[in-house]
Every structure is written in structure tokens, then in C-alpha cells.
């Protein structure tokens, strides 16, 4: 699964695609998500058909975690305070996917950033993708300004990048 992210050419807007890339370039959109300043998110969700509010999709729960409820009917959670984003579930605090940031093989072997899923959300990895690409912009979001608070200046968090999933890892760049 690649995470494509485009700026649209509206000064305000910006969209992020979600495409599964399949067999001999069989591309398949499955999210799309539109990014405003002002009015939030809104996110359409192929497997639904159904576009929703980026905030009902993740609710806030204290200050540095989210929660969604699955297709499945369990709550998750988004932990966004360290540096890696983890999803847990909810009852159980079993971790089920994590974010890893670039290590650049200084102290331990290289890798690029990858999201890393159990393989007991195979059924629903789209859905965790696109909760972790919006959790993963409110975190960015959060650390940029409180940057630009403590520095009076402007901070830009960089967009774009990709998501590749196979089995029950994803990895990006």
C-alpha cells in the first residue's frame, strides 16, 4: 500500500491519496483525505463509501492520544506522544502497530521509516492506514506549533512520502 500525498492547487487545501497498489500496477484508491486549515479534515472512505469528519473518525482522548473504533467493533488508540505513533487496543493495551522514524545506522542498522501492523489487522489495514496518516498530520501539527511558540518564528513540518504494505508490515520514505 503506497501513501501518495499531493498538494492540491488551492493556497489553503491540501489532499493526501491513499492508494493499494496491487499486481502489475493494479492501483486502487482507497482514501482520500482533504486537509483544511480552518474547517478540519474531511476524509472519504472507499470501503464505505462514505466521507466523514477527520475528528469523528479520531476522537480526542487527553492530550497526546486518539481513538477510533474499528469495523470490527473494537476501540483503538493512537498514541501520539512519543516520537513512533503505537496503536493499541483499547481493552486489551495490546500493541498492534507502530511507527518507526528513520534510523540513519549510526548506533544500530539503517531503515527507512515504516509503519509496522500485526498481522491481526490484516482485515482491516486500510482502515489502520489512513487512522495512522491523520493521527500521524495531528501529531506533526501539534509539534510545529509549539515550535513556532517557543521560537516566535514559522516551523513547516514536511508532507509527503509513501506507505508500502505487504503482509503485515508497511514501510515508507
Request: proline share 3%.
Amino acid at each position: 500500500m503506497a501513501v501518495d500525498s499531493s498538494i492540491s492547487s488551492a493556497a489553503l487545501h491540501s489532499k493526501t491519496t491513499i492508494t493499494k497498489h496491487g499486481p502489475q500496477g493494479a492501483d486502487d484508491v482507497i482514501d482520500i483525505i482533504i486537509w483544511h486549515p480552518f474547517r478540519g479534515a474531511r476524509i472519504w472512505l472507499k470501503a464505505t463509501g462514505v466521507e466523514v469528519a477527520g475528528n469523528s473518525l479520531l476522537k480526542a482522548k487527553w492530550f497526546s492520544s486518539r481513538t477510533c473504533t474499528g469495523p470490527d467493533g473494537k476501540t483503538y488508540s493512537w498514541n501520539l506522544q512519543s516520537t513512533n505513533c503505537r496503536l493499541k487496543e483499547e481493552r486489551s493495551g495490546v500493541e498492534l502497530a507502530k511507527y518507526r522514524e528513520r534510523n540513519r545506522g549510526i548506533l544500530s542498522s539503517s531503515h527507512a521509516p515504516h509503519l509496522e501492523v500485526s498481522p491481526s489487522l490484516s482485515h482491516m489495514l486500510d482502515y489502520v492506514v489512513v487512522t495512522f496518516v491523520y493521527a500521524e498530520k495531528l501529531s506533526l501539527d501539534k509539534k510545529s506549533a509549539a515550535a513556532r511558540a517557543s521560537t516566535g518564528g514559522t516551523a513547516f513540518a514536511p508532507g509527503g512520502g509513501a506507505i508500502v504494505a505487504s503482509g503485515g508490515s508497511a514501510s515508507g520514505c
